[in-house]
């Protein structure tokens, strides 16, 4: 039980995206230091040029590389590759603003086409994108390549612990939820009560308003029953049920409002589908095309 409490506490302590962040600081993994706003969540935002892996080594040692290595490197680092060797090594080693190459604008990874789709493709157990490598996955799709291959991987590595850990949370909720229901079953079968219909009675408008108000917060909900005289009107276990379903209704309707209500967020869903069928579509093309040249050899 205690171990839900933290990965809920863990979860819930970020920000409130809709999707889901990082839910555990691991002590042995290196800091981003390029998004230290976000150093629970883990996803970087900034720009994609602020980010260079440091040279580990020295001059005499990359004076010692071809031309064409010291072409390799600064590309990796998105830095200008034109001039002789001399200048080349001293680009890698003490870049200036001037020495990178301008790049488009890149979506923040937070609300990304790109990190949508890597939910979807994480959520689907059944797919082939779990057997890629991180560094296929960032291959596969021109969206995950708009990002650093180093910090794309490990977005993908928290986003996927945040998944599993959401999971957790999920099945044991419904857990507590089937007790609780079996609970209420067993008090039901002990005695045969009737009661008006929930949904014609002045209650359940009453309930709805003192849910918005706050008004059952810190009291059991026989205490909270006692409050009004149309609550009596039902079994306490009737009652509680309605509580849980009127706080469920309340907690997710904002939601659908939102979601029913923007179309922006229907044209990004579309997108990030089409691009997931796209990607299913390349990589069983690439796996007929491998299973044809197996045969023809």
Same mark, same amino acid.
């Given at each position: 039980?205690?171990?839900?409490?933290?990965?809920?506490?863990?979860?819930?302590?970020?920000?409130?995206?809709?999707?889901?962040?990082?839910?555990?600081?691991?002590?042995?993994?290196?800091?981003?230091?390029?998004?230290?706003?976000?150093?629970?969540?883990?996803?970087?935002?900034?720009?994609?040029?602020?980010?260079?892996?440091?040279?580990?080594?020295?001059?005499?040692?990359?004076?010692?590389?071809?031309? #064409?290595? *010291?072409?390799?490197?600064?590309?990796?680092? $998105? =830095?200008?590759?034109?001039?002789?060797?001399? !200048?080349?090594? +001293?680009?890698?080693?003490?870049?200036?603003?001037?020495?990178?190459?301008?790049?488009?604008?890149?979506?923040?990874?937070?609300?990304?086409?790109?990190?949508?789709?890597?939910?979807?493709?994480?959520?689907?157990?059944?797919?082939?994108?779990?057997?890629?490598?991180?560094?296929?996955?960032?291959?596969?799709?021109?969206?995950?390549?708009?990002?650093?291959?180093?910090?794309?991987?490990?977005?993908?590595?928290?986003?996927?612990?945040?998944?599993?850990?959401?999971?957790?949370?999920?099945?044991?909720?419904?857990?507590?939820?089937?007790?609780?229901?079996?609970?209420?079953?067993?008090?039901?079968?002990?005695?045969?009560?009737?009661?008006?219909?929930?949904?014609?009675?002045?209650? #359940?408008? *009453?309930?709805?308003?003192?849910?918005?108000? $706050? =008004?059952?917060?810190?009291?059991?909900?026989? !205490?909270?029953? +006692?409050?009004?005289?149309?609550?009596?009107?039902?079994?306490?276990?009737?009652?509680?049920?309605?509580?849980?379903?009127?706080?469920?209704?309340?907690?997710?309707?904002?939601?659908?409002?939102?979601?029913?209500?923007?179309?922006?967020?229907?044209?990004?869903?579309?997108?990030?589908?089409?691009?997931?069928?796209?990607?299913?579509?390349?990589?069983?093309?690439?796996?007929?095309?491998?299973?044809?040249?197996?045969?023809?050899?």
């Amino acid at each position: 039980m205690f171990a839900f409490a933290r990965i809920r506490e863990a979860v819930e302590s970020g920000d409130n995206d809709e999707e889901f962040d990082n839910v555990d600081d691991d002590p042995n993994q290196e800091e981003d230091e390029s998004c230290g706003c976000e150093s629970r969540i883990g996803f970087d935002d900034g720009d994609i040029n602020d980010f260079i892996e440091d040279i580990t080594e020295s001059e005499a040692e990359l004076m010692g590389y071809t031309v #064409a290595q *010291l072409k390799i490197k600064l590309a990796e680092r $998105g =830095l200008i590759q034109t001039g002789r060797k001399p !200048e080349l090594v +001293q680009r890698l080693l003490n870049p200036q603003p001037s020495d990178f190459k301008l790049k488009p604008k890149v979506e923040p990874w937070k609300n990304s086409k790109a990190k949508a789709l890597l939910i979807r493709l994480l959520r689907d157990k059944s797919s082939a994108f779990h057997l890629l490598s991180p560094e296929k996955a960032w291959e596969s799709s021109e969206w995950f390549k708009a990002y650093p291959k180093n910090r794309f991987i490990n977005n993908m590595k928290n986003l996927k612990r945040a998944l599993e850990a959401r999971e957790l949370i999920v099945a044991n909720d419904n857990e507590i939820i089937e007790a609780e229901i079996a609970s209420l079953r067993k008090l039901e079968q002990g005695t045969i009560r009737e009661c008006p219909q929930w949904h014609d009675h002045d209650a #359940a408008r *009453l309930l709805e308003e003192d849910l918005k108000n $706050g =008004l059952n917060k810190g009291m059991t909900p026989l !205490e909270f029953q +006692q409050t009004r005289e149309e609550y009596l009107t039902f079994p306490c276990d009737v009652f509680r049920k309605h509580i849980y379903q009127e706080e469920r209704k309340q907690r997710e309707m904002p939601m659908k409002i939102s979601k029913r209500n923007n179309i922006a967020e229907k044209q990004h869903k579309h997108a990030v589908e089409e691009e997931e069928a796209r990607w299913h579509a390349e990589q069983e093309h690439d796996d007929l095309v491998n299973e044809m040249a197996s045969l023809m050899v």
